[in-house]
């Protein structure tokens, strides 16, 4: 679960324009630059719940409670995103607490291997990501058509990694965003949108590759010993799905299948995104 803030543009002249333009990434040069700050809470559990002293094979359990500052470069064809994140992950982090509340809320079984999971241990984590956005033929009835390829690294003590992928656009007004908010790993623009009419959307169908070196939520904590898996260097995603908005408001929904991500997964993972966002 992730909660979001945008900026407005900000003006030349003010302190966080005269710092970007001595960075390397973005490119903050004649381009509409913003900031964001993010808090995103995660929790990952092995297959089976029920169990006190959960499979040694199966993915460990894990919570990461993070915070993000972002700036955010556009431009009408290209989006430059750099990202510092900073958190904790283990007990600190209040994965066992809200999964258990959660679950005697709406009667679900009660998960017991939390007392397993991955110690707490600070986190400090840098992304940079690029999506250019290509525009395609326009169709019947004002359609429009583009496609959106993106690409990225990340390097810090959650994750270390790169990725490239691209999604395929059909709808309205798609030069309203940059495509349908998703949480890290995932290349996924900001979730904020411009609308430029009283209503659009669109539907798309993509798909993403990563290498990865480290991933915290597998190999375990760095400064203590504890449970991991042997992971997968090689990920992919598959998604596809839809985003429309009214006025200030935006709904989207991805349907993501991932491959296996650790050497004894029994089977790909397959869950929803479902994002909310309103322009101010």
């Known amino acids: 679960m992730q909660f979001s803030f945008l900026s407005a543009p900000i003006a030349d002249g003010e302190r966080i324009a005269e710092a970007a333009e001595n960075l390397p990434f973005p490119d903050a040069d004649q381009s509409d630059l913003r900031y964001g700050l993010s808090i995103t809470h995660r929790i990952f559990t092995p297959d089976d719940i029920t169990l006190s002293e959960p499979d040694p094979n199966d993915r460990p359990y894990a919570g990461a409670l993070t915070a993000t500052g972002r700036l955010v470069s556009t431009r009408p064809d290209r989006q430059d995103e750099i990202a510092l994140t900073v958190g904790v992950v283990g007990p600190a ?126 190999d375990g904590a760095a400064v203590r010993s504890g449970p991991s898996v042997e992971k997968r260097h090689f990920v992919s995603d598959v998604q596809a799905g839809w985003a429309v908005y009214a006025g200030r408001v935006q709904l989207s929904f991805s349907y993501v299948r991932r491959s296996r991500e650790f050497e004894n997964q029994e089977r790909r993972h397959i869950f929803g995104a479902v994002g909310l966002s309103i322009a101010l």
Do not use: C, M
Request: hydrophobic letters at 40%; charged letters at 20%; zero cysteines.
């Open 93 to 218: 982090a209040g994965g066992g607490v809200t999964q258990r509340t959660y679950h005697a809320l709406i009667g679900a079984e009660r998960p017991e291997g939390w007392p397993s999971q991955i110690r707490s241990e600070p986190v400090l984590q840098l992304n940079a990501q690029r999506i250019y956005r290509l525009d395609g033929p326009r169709l019947p009835g004002g359609l429009e058509t583009d496609l959106l390829a993106s690409g990225g690294a990340a390097v810090g003590s959650l994750r270390v990694s790169a990725a490239a992928g691209g999604q395929i656009r059909l709808g309205f007004d798609l030069k309203q965003d940059f495509g349908p908010p998703r949480i890290q790993p995932a290349l996924a623009a900001v979730n904020g949108f411009s609308p430029n009419r009283g209503w659009g959307g669109y539907v798309f169908v993509g798909g993403e590759a990563r290498g990865v070196v480290r991933d915290l939520f597998l």
